[in-house]
Structures are given as structure tokens and as C-alpha cells.
């Protein structure tokens, strides 16, 4: 006999309880073998099978299901898939095995306690995440619902907004939203002070105005480096042309300090960077840097949305990885590393190299012979002062070759 559950139905419950289900809801949950569940729901369960709470650790949890028999009821708060357990399950169990009956979620009750269209707000978790995973999303008059993970998040965040400079940013956490005791604090960032406050809380926060917006690349200032980087107004340039969406894929190849993966993944919500570099104090100084920014990967699992460092040789260090949208190489080129670059990436990806050195540029101007694309050198001098003067100072030119991958064709120019 098969262990395997017959059937998942994973339905949303809001703080109000099963008590403020629908009937199809409550039927479902009244027929079910095994119903897992907060044991802050128990009481209100009425059901003829097993209720039990959810497994320690939670990422036990679908091998808990897998060896259940029969039909399964998972409560899940407000929307399962909006940051919920359900896309987990629905991945690892199917589409056809999953039954999904959403609730009311907690963003939709914060941003009507805030008189907040919610299409305006950015969503966000950090729900067993790093809270540093909300620093893509502060900006100007931005409005941001989070999904925290425990009573000490909203300290936490505040004064992470406090160390980035957003110390006059508006708080207001919604303590157990939807429930009977619903509560609320409001304080700026820095001068928040509350404590007493529930596990499950939505914390709304507004971003002033007159925070000035960090743009398509960050200063040079903001990463930790041993002084060999790719400097802004390249890396913008470069950014241009990798086209960063949300859930794409990038090969960040000869990766040094992490500078263009992270400037990617700031642009590409959901996005994959694997950053390989074969020094290791490279890889220190790319996490560190990725962990400040805020696009670490929430686990260790190589499919986890962010910064992935690899720290490994070329080309063995991309042997396995996901197939990229997008690759950029800023150290090892060599005409073998292009060619196979060329082969893995995606069709309708783009490849952006950039060459420093004559031997370098020498081989990206071979591949630009051979397979078209956009070669261009660039300069970039600034303003300097010279004596009681100023004058302009110039980097090392960079060459940069952009190929784009055709959609029909194994290759092709742009």
C-alpha cells in the first residue's frame, strides 16, 4: 500500500479561526484522516480525524506528509501561496494533489487598517529569512506590509532601518490582525520602544520622502572590496544591458567582490545570482556584502531565490548550475570559458563581458569576429582636484562585449 497521501487541502484560516470558515472549507476539514495545524487552532477544529501541530523543524514537514495515509488537511494562515506553505507543498507534491482554499491574507487586512491600496504596497517576508530581505524595497515614499517571524522582528527591523539611514521611517505593527485582541503600536524607527508584542503581527512601514534613492548601480562605497571591483558607472552600464527581471538567472563568472550580482538581484525580485570565484576571501567579502544589501539566499538550497557564492575554479564551478538568463564575466576569460558560456545559456539570454587588459580585449575582440554581438569601449573620467585646481581622472578603459543568445538559432548578434 502506498504511503503517499491520497489528497492535500490546505486552507487558509484568519486569527478569527475555523470558526469563520466556509461550509466547503469546514466539510473538507470534518472528512479529513489527519489535520495539521497551529496549536493556536486546535480548539476550534471539529473534525472525525487526527489533528496535529506542525513538526519541528517546519522543513519537516513533507516528510511528515509523506508518510501519512489518506486525506490530508493543512491550516495555513490567510493566502497559502503568499508567502505560505502552499507553494512549498504544490511544488513538492504537484499540482494535481493540492487542493488550495485561500482566506482573507494578513496583508489584505494591514493595508485596509492602513488605507492602503494594496497594488501600491510592497509585500514582503522575513518569515525564517533574514530581515536585511527588505532593503530592496525601501525607496521614497515607498510603503512596505512584511510578514515577520516572531515578537522581536519589529526591534530588529527598526533598527536595521535606523543603521541604513531610514531612522525617520513610520512603524506601526498589527499585533494578531483579524482577531479578537487585535493591537497596534506606531513609533518612527528610531525611536521605536515597544515591546509588548504578539508572535503573529504584519508591520507596516512608510518610507519619507526625503530618503534619496540608491539608483540602477550603489556607490562603490557601499561594498566591502579589496580594491578590485567593477566600479559603478560600468557596472550600470553593465547592468543595462544583463536586463535583470523578476526570477531570472545570472552567472556571475570571475564574481570578486559580488557588485554586479547583488546590483542585479536588487532589480530581479525572485531572482538566482551564482557567483563563482575561485578566491576564497572573494567569497567572504561577496556574502558579507550580499547578506548587508539584503539578497543573501534565504537557505542553502540551490534553488533559493539570491546570492549563491561558489567558490571553485572555471569552468568547473559551472558545471550543474541552472541554466542562466543572463551571464557576466568579469575575470578568467578565456575563448573556451566564452564558448561554453555561450552553449549554456539561456535562448534570448544575453552574455556581457568585460576586459580590463590587452591580452583580455584581445579575446573578446576574436569573439566579436566570430559570433558578432556589440563591442564597445568604454571611459569614464572624473573630476578631481589638482593642487588648488581641478581636473579630470581617468580609469583604465574597459572593452565590453555584449552577445545575445538567438531564440531560433544556437546563436546569434543582437
Known sequence: MSTAPQNITIIGVTEAGCMALAPDALACIKAADHIFASKRFHATIDTDGIIESWPTPFSDLTTKLEATVGNIV?????????????????????HDRCVIMPAVS??????????????????????????????PYLYPRARLLVLTANAQSAADIAALLVDHGYG????????????????????IASAWAHADISDFHILAITVPDHIGATGMAL??????????MTKRDLRASALAKLSPFP??????????????????????????????????????????????????????????????????????????????????????????????????????????????????????????????????????????????YHGWRALMPVTQWVWRKNINTSGSSL
Request: some cysteine; aromatic content about 6%.
Open 74 to 94: 493543512i491550516l495555513a494562515t490567510g493566502d497559502p501561496l503568499w508567502f505560505g506553505v502552499g507553494s512549498s507543498l504544490v511544488t513538492h507534491f504537484g
Open 106 to 135: 494578513g496583508f489584505q487586512m494591514a493595508a485596509s487598517r492602513m488605507r492602503w491600496p494594496l497594488a501600491d504596497c510592497e509585500t514582503v517576508t522575513v518569515h525564517g529569512r533574514p530581515v536585511t530581505g527588505i532593503i
Open 168 to 187: 525617520s521611517a513610520h512603524i506601526t505593527v498589527l499585533g494578531d490582525i483579524g482577531g479578537e485582541y487585535e493591537t497596534r503600536f506606531d513609533a
Open 219 to 228: 556607490s562603490d562605497s557601499l561594498f566591502e572590496t579589496d580594491g578590485k
Open 247 to 388: 526570477g531570472a538567472v545570472l552567472w556571475d563568472v570571475g564574481a570578486g567582490s559580488g557588485a554586479v550580482s547583488i546590483d542585479f538581484l536588487r532589480h530581479a525580485p525572485r531572482g538566482k545570482a551564482y557567483a563563482i570565484d575561485r578566491d576564497d576571501a572573494q567569497i567572504k567579502r561577496a556574502m558579507a556584502n550580499a547578506r548587508r544589501h539584503g539578497v543573501s539566499a534565504s537557505h542553502d538550497s540551490p534553488d533559493a531565490a539570491g546570492y549563491h557564492a561558489i567558490h571553485a575554479s572555471l569552468p568547473d564551478g559551472l558545471f550543474g548550475l541552472p541554466t542562466p538568463d543572463a551571464i557576466f564575466i568579469g575575470g578568467g576569460l578565456s575563448p573556451a570559458l566564452i564558448a561554453l558560456c555561450q552553449q549554456q545559456l539561456r535562448p534570448g539570454g544575453v552574455l556581457v563581458a568585460h576586459a580590463v587588459t590587452l591580452e583580455s580585449e584581445a579575446i573578446l575582440l576574436s569573439s566579436w569576429q566570430a559570433t558578432k554581438g556589440d563591442l564597445t569601449r568604454i571611459a569614464v573620467n572624473h573630476a578631481d582636484p589638482v593642487g588648488g
